[in-house]
């Protein structure tokens, strides 16, 4: 898999508060489509870590977010097994 960089952008990490932070360039967020006061979720992979919005669902009754977010998270761990699943 070939990764080509259109951009690269460097930002340093500093104190908020009691936290650290790191702040985004309006590009990047406009690239990811985070805007203020949304949420995000940060996948960790092999030292890799991937920034995703949080996407909010209306769920049906009877249907708990959490259950739903622990499946995704397992989908997502297990992601290339399912892939070579497919091929056998």
């Given at each position: 898999?070939t990764v080509t960089v259109?951009?690269?952008?460097?930002?340093?990490?500093?104190?908020?508060?009691?936290?650290?932070?790191?702040?985004?360039?309006?590009?990047?967020?406009?690239?990811?489509?985070?805007?203020?006061?949304?949420?995000?979720?940060?996948?960790?992979?092999?030292g890799q870590v991937t920034?995703?919005?949080?996407?909010?669902?209306?769920?049906?009754?009877?249907?708990?977010?959490?259950?739903?977010?622990?499946?995704?998270?397992?989908?997502?761990?297990?992601?290339q097994t399912f892939k070579?699943?497919?091929?056998?």
């Amino acid at each position: 898999m070939t990764v080509t960089v259109v951009k690269e952008v460097e930002r340093k990490v500093t104190r908020i508060g009691n936290s650290l932070g790191v702040t985004f360039p309006q590009e990047v967020l406009e690239q990811l489509g985070i805007a203020q006061g949304d949420e995000v979720r940060f996948e960790i992979v092999n030292g890799q870590v991937t920034i995703k919005k949080k996407v909010s669902l209306k769920l049906p009754k009877g249907i708990d977010e959490e259950f739903l977010e622990q499946m995704n998270d397992m989908i997502n761990e297990y992601d290339q097994t399912f892939k070579n699943l497919v091929d056998r």
